[in-house]
Every structure is written in structure tokens, then in C-alpha cells.
């Protein structure tokens, strides 16, 4: 099992990255909060993995903290939530909101998240309400306060999700952030006027 990944990452998108180790390209799938805590391509990262293993794939899944990466696995072992919608709800509202959500068990909060419904939702919040309070304090947000990568980096999530760049940039102008808005926040707010043009 590949536990961690330390190299050159070669790559970036809000999907997955590619580390580079010794010519070698790895293909990790992130959620949007370790997204916004990669480096610069080019750059030395170290990735905390988790490998899924099926009969026809070998995926991983990485996290740029531990405590992440155990919240993943916390969900992966609910029944009916698999890598992928962990990675989903990972990346769905701001993770100091999530644990809340879970732990004063707001079901409605939790099915904002696409795919999640309310039977998944109240499974959540059955399975993983005492398990999960000791991790508040480990998810501060990570504000960005260079505007320029802030807005580079927005702009290369919109375009990697296939929205053309010049639309992007056009929503981009008609929207403003405080210094302290993390950049997974920026791109959830700019998703949302994107989908109603």
C-alpha cells in the first residue's frame, strides 16, 4: 500500500495532481481543500495517500494533511460512500462546516453536497458523530493573500473543469473576496454564478 508520496509535483487540477518521483509520474485524485494547499508546479510536495484497490483499478487518493486523509477514510467505511463521494463531500462546503454539520447533526447541511441524499446524510451523521469532534481545531482555513495566484488559481480550476476561459475570467471581474477567503471557498462561489449564466 502507497501511504505517502514525496516529489516534484509536475501537476495540478482541482480533479488530481501528478507527483513525479524519479521519472515516474503518480496520479492522485485531491478534494478542493488539498487542492488549495498544493505548491506551485515544479515544486517539492509530500502527499499523505491513500491506495484503493478493486479488481480492474488501483486509484489514489491524496491529502496534503494526515487529518484529511483520516476523514477519508472515516467515510469510506460507511456503507453506500465510496472513494469517490468521500472525495465529493470532502470538497462540497468548507471542512470546519462539514465536521460541524456532522456533530449537531444537520442533515439539510449535509445534502447540499451533490450526490449526497438524506438517507446517506443521516448515515453520516449516525456513524461518524463521536468519532469525529477531536478533529475541529485541526481544520483552520488556509487563507491565500496574493490576489494574482488567487485569481490564477481559480481561473486554471474553471478552465480544468471544461468552462471556457474567457467566460471564467468575464464572472471573475463581477466578483470580490476579503483576505481571509480560502481559495476552495473562492471556487465554490465562482461555480455557482458560472451555472446560472
Request: hydrophobic share 40%.
Amino acid at each position: 500500500m502507497i501511504a505517502q508520496l514525496t516529489g516534484i509535483l509536475a501537476y495540478k487540477s482541482p480533479q488530481y495532481l501528478i507527483i513525479d518521483i524519479g521519472g515516474v509520474g503518480y496520479r492522485v485524485m485531491v478534494s478542493l481543500t488539498s487542492f488549495s494547499n498544493l505548491p506551485e508546479t515544479g515544486e517539492k510536495v509530500t502527499i499523505h495517500t491513500h491506495t484503493h484497490i478493486r479488481e480492474d483499478q488501483l486509484a489514489l487518493f491524496g491529502f496534503t494533511t494526515i487529518h484529511e486523509k483520516e476523514m477519508f477514510q472515516k467515510f469510506i467505511n460507511i456503507s453506500g460512500v465510496g472513494p469517490k463521494m468521500a472525495l465529493t463531500i470532502l470538497s462540497g462546503i468548507p471542512t470546519n462546516e462539514l465536521i460541524n454539520a456532522i456533530v449537531t447533526g444537520n442533515v439539510t447541511c449535509l445534502q447540499s453536497i451533490p450526490g449526497v441524499g438524506k438517507k446517506t446524510a443521516e448515515r453520516i451523521i449516525i456513524e461518524l458523530k463521536d468519532k469525529i469532534q477531536d478533529k475541529i481545531k485541526h481544520f483552520e482555513s488556509f487563507p491565500i493573500n496574493k490576489a494574482n495566484r488567487f485569481h490564477e488559481d481559480i481561473l486554471s480550476a474553471l478552465t480544468n473543469l471544461g468552462y471556457q476561459k474567457t467566460t471564467a475570467e468575464r464572472v471573475l471581474k463581477n466578483l470580490s473576496w476579503d483576505e481571509n477567503t480560502t481559495i476552495e471557498t473562492a471556487i465554490r462561489e465562482t461555480l455557482k454564478e458560472m451555472t446560472k449564466r
